[in-house]
């Protein structure tokens, strides 16, 4: 614990949550939309085609602890062993680097990409920011096609290896898939087919962030 708390003072720049009465540094209503789904479904290439068709900011939790680790700290190094291990990185310092990234933009609608991670990530969220997501996007796309994915993209990621990627997907379907079911129980979850070209994934993201905008959502 006490490497978490000196980790949060290093990256944040502001008190821990014993030191803090948890606010944020100023406060904003916003809306939040969690694109799920496993690693290698797409994500953050439907990420980029949304922010471009429906101005929202998109802050990527797997991005955001790499830009930490290519900081070179000895926090960075300790997430960097996290990640290669398929392991969680506490929630805490997750919820914070996205804090940090959401107090940083002046928009008011963010995509948050492949978080939350599990149950303890929405708790964390939710008592840090006080915001609860508009809705879930989650892209469903079988393991096999998310496995060749991964193999065959070419981006220098350390956790792109066969051994690890089996990790990622036990930690999904432990940790994410509950919290899919979860919010689907409360009317939250847009499902969609990931496993087609993007060009139809996109189609059908269009049709539910059309919808949104129109409810008010």
Known sequence: MGNCCALLKSIMGFATEEEHDGRLPKQKKVKVVFVLGGPGSGKGTVCAKIVEQFGYSHLSSGELLRKEIKAGSEHGTMIQNMMNEG??????????????????????????????????????????????????????CPEEEMTKRLLSRNQGREDDNIETIKKRFRVFQESTLPLVNYYASKGKVRKVDAARPVEAVFESVKTIFSSANEQGA
Not at 94 to 117: H, S, W, Y
């Open 87 to 140: 392991k969680l990185v506490p929630s805490d310092i997750t919820v914070r680097l996205i804090q940090k990234a959401m107090q940083e933009t002046d928009n008011d609608k963010f995509l948050l990409d492949g978080f939350p991670r599990d149950e303890e990530n929405v708790r964390t969220f939710e008592k840090l920011t006080k915001i609860e997501p508009d809705f879930i996007l989650f892209l469903d």
